[in-house]
């Protein structure tokens, strides 16, 4: 009998992480032990994931017609942004046809310096297809489709919560409710018991702790505010919408049946009145909830047998990046590792390394959306066109150039490697690439088809 | 007004300089630059990179190459792997592979797996290079070329060559001058800077003057620019490495060259084998303070399996890299930029990526600090992963000599001394994004110098040992199975016109499926 695995918080995240976890080690005979604690602050209704949301579910076995209608999901290519007169797209699979072709997005680069009437977006499959409401799930038989479709899904947070949970009880994960729970320690500093209010005392093997910073005065914190009250509905949108305001960004998440509104500020000096009322002025809506939030630091979520993978995960959380994507890569990068005893100190140490480079690339990301230019990244961008090597997946490739480039951006140097081919040659190069791509997005369905088709699948 | 083309100014015709040179002409447009590559014949070059790695395909591939025509101008012969003899232990016997061993099974990796199936004292369980298709080709003297379909097997390998450096550089020159570059003779005394010091001028001992905007030291151990002009500090890694000489020689040809190199681990060092077409490189790589030069050169002509060509030579080096590899408008590539010995084929791959960086951030004139950094930062990492996996080579041993001994107590770089401890702890190996090796690298050293890790993955306590031996039975018949079909290496060699139908070469050190 393997030493039992508790799993602590509430909502998705704590679903997210059981369902995970249970799928991968419930065979291997590990007892899995799930306590609902209750929410400190108020969740967003809606998210949006990334394509790592749709892998989960292909490796969860969850069918995507389910998911689909039971969390009112749509389809995300992307996000379409907007700030001032200006307008961009940021995909989440690559630009041209194949996501190896050398030099490609520094031929768009090239072009778009001789060119001011082009897009970036003319060569990308999942923009153009965005911008014209199309979507369509790859064919098994095109992994380079697959790649340059790459998605996400737009869904309801408790509805897919509660799809989770319905999912691992059937897998035979425990649950269990208390208000409180109180962490025991052994002489080594481990966790050895959990104490639930109403006495029960449960053995610890991992403690997957899931929960995030509680809500504190609100003078001096993060503040997000939410709205649900949209009834547009957007289904010849397959994407997010990132609109630029005075303080930061909004974020519009397109459902079933309406749309969520998400947006955030730290900056303390900032009315939450006056917040509102800009608002209000920018999308006609009145009903914004609000909840505060210190803002979490974690950079060592693995201690001992102590995962903290709620806090850390949250430290990235906000309209622009879903920590549901953080904490999903926290818990397959340990299971890729899982140890079979808890004291393992250079495998720990390893772990929080990495997790430290995953955080720094996603900080790095964000920060790039206030200042460009006083990130590494952007800078290396505007002197070079070029994207910086990542260590990790959590932005992809074709997120980095769409953003810099979509955020003026424009390189000093033009590519050196692109340097013997005339303007004339790659020109007709990215136009033959771009006649392909538009062909290959006329013959695409709506996203209304492929949505209704799925639902009617799952309804036969 | 026509723009003065930029003049870009190679010293050295080493292997590194000709690569560059090479890189250079194919991809910057000769109206706006010039290239001069400058050598002397007074000067020898050091020939370094006979064994290559995988990536040497893209490099030829990316300047216009042609395999065929490469394979016969350079006398070269196909390379699957390294093996390593009484490398950990004096009885070890084992082969890093340019391929993967195994496959995932039940979500764990192939090696979790071989370990349990160890533990249990599992019969029929065969080496662990006996599960990888490069290793049982390497041994068994057959060739074939991989393939790109991730469903057939032979996408599971990767091969580069042995090649003969003094005939790849000469090649390469033929290809840099056909291609517009200048190849001037002359050997430099002097170097004028201007005053932000950035270099301006070679005087040369005839007089000349050789005038640049950008200048690439390709000058070997010398660094005539980047050290002695510009004074570039070195990190000095013997305490890690602390090989500081070495002996080649060449040798008769092979009558059927192996299609891997040899590494030997001797007293206080190890020697080489590299199999060509034309002639066997053979060397020895030692530590001068447990070896004299006369016993070093008794046992490497001992140890020759073929008659001497040649007497020895004699080099002497500083491991370790040059603090920075890009200053002011010059930029050091191959030795002049950092010497890590060739342990694990690395040197010509280390030029190439300098190569490929520089042409990335090309810079415009003049050089902006961006650029600079990027190169600077991207070279770093490349070298110290390279490092780590080296120093791994020596402090993993148990053999009784005073050198292996001071290996095997040393104390190792953080970055290297956290991975080891993380395989004893939980037999996980955790790969990295950037850098050249990857777990299956680190598997083949950590298992074939005897590292066993405390603890495996706790998920195989589950698994049914009798049902995962007959997988691991079949699984090794299947491949010993496709290996039987292929044809023989020497064959293959004398076959050279047909190499240039090859699939494209995958990036990784592993093959497409890497």
New interface residues.
Partial sequence: MQQPLVFIGHGLWLQMATAIVAKHLQPFGYPCIAIELPAKAKEPAAMAGGPELVTLCQMLGLPLQLVLARAQATFSLGSQYQSGDSSWFVPFGHYGLNAAAAEFEQAILQLLRLDANSKAEQFCIAALAASQGKFALAPANRPDLAEALSYGLHLQTAEFAACLKHYNQQLGVTFLSSQTVEMKYSAEGQISTLQLDNGTALPVGYCLDCRTEPAADEASHTVQLFCAQDTTVLLQQPHSSVLQTSWGWLVRLPLQQGSHWFSQCTDPTLELSHFRQELQQLTGLSEWQHSTRQQPTESQPWQLNHLRFGQAAATLDCPLYNGLNALQYLLIRWLDLLPNQSYCPATALMYNQHWQQFQSEVQDFLWLHQHPLATKTGQAFARLGRVLSTETDAIKAGQWFGLMQGLGLKPELRSMLLAHRTDTEIHQGLRQVQQQIARLVTAMPSQIDTLNRCLQQLSH | MMEAKQRIVILGGGTAGWMTAAALS????PH?YSIQLLESAQIGTVGVGEATIPHIRQFNQWIGLDESEFLKATGASYKLAIRFRGWGQANSDYYHPFGLSGEDLY?LPFHQHWLWLQQQKTTSLKDYGQYSLAVLMAQQGKFSRPAADLKDPSSSFNYAYHLDATLYAALLRQHSIAQGVEWLDGKVTAVTQHQNGDIAQLILEDGRQIAGDLFIDCSGFSALLINKTLQTGYDNWQHWLPCDKALAVPSEKAPAPPSYTSSKAMAAGWQWRIPLQHRTGNGLVYCSSYLTDSAAEQALMTGLEEQALAPARALQFVTGRRKQSWVNNCIAIGLSSGFLEPLESTSLYLVQIAIESL??????HPV?D??RE?FNQ?MQLEYLRVRDLLILHYKLNSRPEPFWQYCAQMAIPDSLA??L??F???G?A?E???GLFQPASWLALYLGQGLQPK?????L??LDPNQLESWFSRYQYQLQQVVNAMPEHHQVLQRTELAGAAVAPAFSLYGHRG
């Fill in positions: 194919r991809f910057l447009p706006s979500g042409l990335q951030y090309f810079p415009s902006g961006i650029e990027l991207k956290q991975r401890e993380m004893k702890e939980t996980h955790l990295y994004r950037q603890q495996l993955d706790t998920r306590g589950a």
